[in-house]
């Protein structure tokens, strides 16, 4: 199971003096089971991108293949396949907060589920413990107008709308953008938990937009970098992060805990690879110190 | 879908019609089209037609891109050809059920459809080389002497350069929040009336809350930089009319003599 692009175009506008190709044959596979970190500088085509992979957006040229499934073809069965898409492909918008619109943080929640046919027990079933996921208490929200919320906690209702359709993918745009550190940190934990699969809850394939190429390093198995809409590099973070010049020229940075390691190995130090946070980096330092010792080397 | 819309469908260019004064033009359009209702004999509006096509080409805009300005308007001109086409009484050419259609009502409605088709096209020439900013400041300009008589001009052109101003942001953002509640499970296309109008609701609540908090926000910024009406304000680019306007104006009253020339010639 996996989503696929082949050769995938898409160009705003056609025909008009606006008109700009976002997306220029992209080709690419998105195994189930999997944390895949998209990263690209502004308008790189990131957010073009991840509209793909629910039918939201149909590809000027090329495919998208859902579980083997083409999501694109423009007749009735097409369109019931991107409806059925939408079900397995969750897809949290930049600023998902914007979406909320009910009296109720419960009512809210039980939009996405209730359009997917579900009412009842079952529905409140969901409700409850897509709010659990989302890190947010049903009977302290539950009742609760979603505008006098904090920010990031409109967000994790958001989310929560997104989760409780209970899709196997879950595509998430710059979650954290505009969250302040401390909600930044829990939100990334929330994401790392829905991978795992907690609270009776399979584990979920991840699609993730992101700046932080901490938080990539952290967490992805696979890094897609985008380029003016162009795929530039793909593969695991560790591998990707080492191809600093075609990164600069994508408008990024390697994150700080490789280039810190990789200033260490020039200085003679020898850093094993493979560390991807902080407390990993500082057991490979160790380690490195340690071997240095014994070979009498300082 | 919601891209294909174009509001302030200025096209940048530096054609003589791109340089004029927007006052001026803004004026001889309005002439213009007093001319079109006033000369209705069919050599001027050969003349009228022939002027319309030679600005149309000067404008450096597209032909195409002109001609499309037509496109949301053409089932009004063909109604209108067929009211007359069956409504003039005159020599019947063919019966078609209970209307007679007539040479007269074609000649008619020929001449209607061209008024309305260049009426359409001269008013799209204005904004496709005007931009947004410069029309809002002509129309500030040509209503502030009507000040006196409480028109509050400047008011009303910041209130139409705002408004231009977001309708691309608001496009943008309805887009965004359809295909959020899309991803949720709406679906647009599909249900009765009553359906579809509930569907509205997810979209228009979400699209409000922002509108509001954009308000608020620009607002607030206004006031920050001491924004405090039209009072003893100065514009950074102030109109200035110039050699061509006068060419400009000059021609136009030419081809006025030359339309009633025409015009009472043939009446
Ligand atoms: N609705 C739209 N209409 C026209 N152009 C767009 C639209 N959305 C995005 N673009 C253009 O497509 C390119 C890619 O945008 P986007 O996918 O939003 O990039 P990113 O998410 O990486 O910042 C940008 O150049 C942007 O200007
Ligand atoms: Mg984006």
Redo the contacts with the bound molecule.
């Keep these: 199971m996996s989503i696929e692009l082949k050769n995938v175009s898409y160009t ?2 056609p025909g008009t003096p ?1 008109e ?1 190709q ?1 997306l220029h044959d992209i080709s690419l596979t998105i195994r189930e089971g999997t944390f895949t970190a998209i990263a ?1 500088h ?7 991108l991840i509209q793909h992979l629910n039918g939201l957006l149909q590809p000027t040229d090329g495919t998208v293949l859902v579980d083997g499934v083409n999501i694109n073809a423009r007749d009735r069965q097409g369109r019931g396949a991107a409806k059925l898409a939408r079900g397995s492909v969750g897809m949290v918008f930049q600023y998902p907060e914007q979406q909320l619109f009910e009296e109720t943080v419960a009512a809210d929640v039980a939009f996405g589920p209730r359009n997917q046919g579900l009412s009842g027990e079952v529905l409140e079933q969901r409700v409850r413990a897509a709010l659990a996921l989302a890190g947010l208490d049903y009977e302290a929200f539950g009742n609760q107008s979603p505008f006098q919320l904090s920010g990031g906690q409109k967000r994790r209702v958001a989310i929560a709308g997104v989760l409780a359709m209970q899709p196997r993918y879950l595509v998430l745009d710059e979650p954290t953008a505009g969250l302040d550190p401390r909600g930044r940190e829990a939100l990334m934990e929330t994401v790392a938990r829905l991978r795992q699969g907690s609270g009776g809850c399979p584990p979920m394939t991840i699609i993730f937009v992101s700046h932080s190429m901490d938080d990539i390093l952290r967490l992805a198995d696979e890094l897609i970098v ?1 380029d003016r809409g162009r795929l530039v590099l793909s593969g695991s973070p560790e591998v990707v992060f080492r191809e600093k010049d075609i990164l600069r020229k994508a408008g990024l940075e390697a994150p700080e805990l490789t280039v810190l390691l990789d200033s260490l190995r020039a200085t003679g130090l020898p850093v094993p690879a493979g560390a991807r946070n902080r407390r990993e980096a500082a057991a490979a330092i160790r380690q490195a110190l340690l071997s240095h010792k014994e070979a009498g080397l300082c | 879908m919601l ?1 294909s819309i174009t509001i302030g469908q200025y096209y940048p260019g530096n054609s003589l019609l791109h340089r004029l004064d927007p006052r001026v033009k803004l004026l001889l359009l309005l002439a213009f089209m007093v001319e079109i209702f006033v000369f209705t004999a069919a050599p001027a509006y050969a003349v009228l037609s022939a002027m319309t096509l030679l600005l149309m080409l000067n404008s450096g805009v597209p032909l195409k891109i002109i001609m499309g300005s037509l496109k949301p308007l053409w089932w009004i001109i063909a109604f209108t050809f067929l009211i007359h086409l069956c409504s003039t009484p005159g020599d019947a050419f063919a019966q078609v059920w209970i209307f007679a259609l007539t040479w007269e009502g074609a000649a008619r409605g020929g001449l209607i459809c061209l008024r309305l088709v260049l009426l359409i096209l001269l008013s799209s020439l204005l904004t496709f080389t005007t931009s947004p900013l410069k029309l809002t400041d002509a129309m500030e300009a040509l209503l502030r002497p009507f000040k006196g008589l409480g028109v509050p001009a400047h008011e009303l052109a910041m209130m139409m350069t705002i408004a231009l101003r977001f309708v691309p942001t608001l496009i ?1 953002e309805t ?1 965004r929040i359809m295909k959020a509640q899309q991803s949720r499970g709406v679906d647009f296309s599909e249900g009765s009336l009553l359906k579809r109008a509930q569907n509205m609701v997810p979209i228009l609540v979400p699209l409000f809350l922002s509108a509001f908090r954009r308000a608020d926000d620009l607002a607030l910024a206004m006031e920050a930089r001491c924004y405090r009406g039209g009072e003893g304000r100065t514009q950074m680019k102030a109109l200035r009319v110039s050699q061509i306007d006068f060419v400009a104006v000059g021609a136009f009253l030419l081809l006025t003599v030359l339309l009633a020339a025409l015009y009472f010639y043939t009446v």
Aim: glycine share 18%; net charge neutral; no cysteine.
């Design positions: 705003y506008m606006m700009r976002a690209g502004t308008g790189s085509g990131k957010s073009t985008l | 891209s943008e887009d």
